[in-house]
């Protein structure tokens, strides 16, 4: 993930690609119980389906990914492959196919799966098999492949965790709020500061609104991003914010360039007596642990996939002994933010079937004190590139 890129390596181009998958999903998602995504998980499964796909499938395919379908598989190698080199994280792909699916030779060495196994047709056996593959690929954040297995001829899935521990990491308390929708509600308040916290903090119009960002720095190459918008800002819009925030289409705004008192969500910005000559930064947050499944087919034209789950075959490209098109797809994403670290897993996975025809204060500083007490957007990012490993939207705090 580093170089320059123009789209087909795994530069600045693929992470635009990934990166804008994910936030035209993040459009398409209901907000109201939390949501935690990753196009990352989504982005290699679509690129070598589309190297293996013909006709209108390819070209949906390939309009999704950003990428022309014959140049997709090997961004995604590389892609996951350089994710596996980022220090906290893991990347892995799997193949499970039926004995009369016949797998194209070039088609699996684009491929490069980590795992190529077989489907005995034995839905008990084959379901402990990919529940298996799902806890071990995942650490047990993951406990099961979230697909049905009836009929099913073809499995290709991803599994990907980030983890990091925070470079400085937060005091945890009991507390309360006395207003919006966690009035009076108990939970765990995770509190951090310092003056290097005071460079973290960032404000910004969007196409959201006013929002108020903080990167809380992990020790490795991970970082998360919180984004608070304005109470009435639409979760779905707060979080476009967010990956707006990290393409440069909105213009962060620092500290330094904002007065005493200035209006914005959640930042209290102030001069106050201090013990040395130096600003600081605060940030209060809440703890959160959350897991959500998709159905891709639901939102079948953000991922390309109509006419890949459409009557007829798609797939010559995978396989000429049986025509295939897409049956399920889905993904299981959980996420937890903790007084010490951010961990997060997801496994995503698409079937096949068989595809049928038709159908003491000396000095005076400042301090910015960012207040995430109120449901908010988070973004894992990898640091030296800027892609997204994970995005999602906290709507309830955890219990104290």
Known sequence: MTGTGTGTD??????EQVNALGARWGRELDFAAGQVWTALGVWPLLAVLAAGADGQARAELSGALGVPAERAPSPARELLARLRE???CTAALGLWTADEVVVEPGWLEQLD????????????????????????????????????????????????????????????SRSRTDQG???WREFTRLTVSGPELYERIAVAETSAGPVTEVRVVGDGEV???????????????????????LSGAAWRMPMEGLSDGEAWPGLVLESVKSSAPRNSGVLETVAFRMEAEHDLLARAGVFGLEAAAG???????????VPLRVAQARQ?????????????????????????????????????????????????????????????????????
């Not at 500083?365 to 957007?377: C, E, K």
């Open 10 to 15: 795994t530069g600045t181009g693929v992470v």
């Open 86 to 88: 980022v220090p906290g």
């Open 113 to 172: 799966a980590s795992l190529w196994g077989k489907l005995t047709g034995n839905e008990a056996k084959d379901r402990a098999a990919l529940d298996g593959w799902a806890r071990e690929r995942t650490g047990g954040l993951v406990e099961r492949m979230p697909v049905e297995l009836s009929g099913v001829l073809l499995v290709l899935a991803s599994a990907l965790t980030v983890r990091t521990a925070w470079a400085k990491p937060f005091r945890p």
């Open 181 to 183: 929708p966690w009035a």
């Open 223 to 245: 970082d998360v991003h919180l984004v608070l918008g304005a109470e009435a800002a639409e979760p779905g819009a707060v979080v476009a914010a967010g990956f707006e925030l």
């Open 311 to 321: 009557p007829g075959s798609h797939f010559p490209g995978i396989s000429r002994s």
């Open 332 to 400: 299981v994403a959980v996420a937890e933010f903790s007084a010490k670290g951010f961990e997060a897993g997801a496994v995503t996975a698409v079937t096949m079937t068989r595809g049928m025809a038709g159908g003491p204060f000396r000095f005076r500083s400042r301090r910015a004190t960012a207040r995430f007490d109120r449901p908010f957007a988070f973004l894992a990012v990898h640091r030296p590139t800027g892609l997204v490993l994970v995005a999602g939207w906290v709507a309830e705090p955890a219990a104290a």
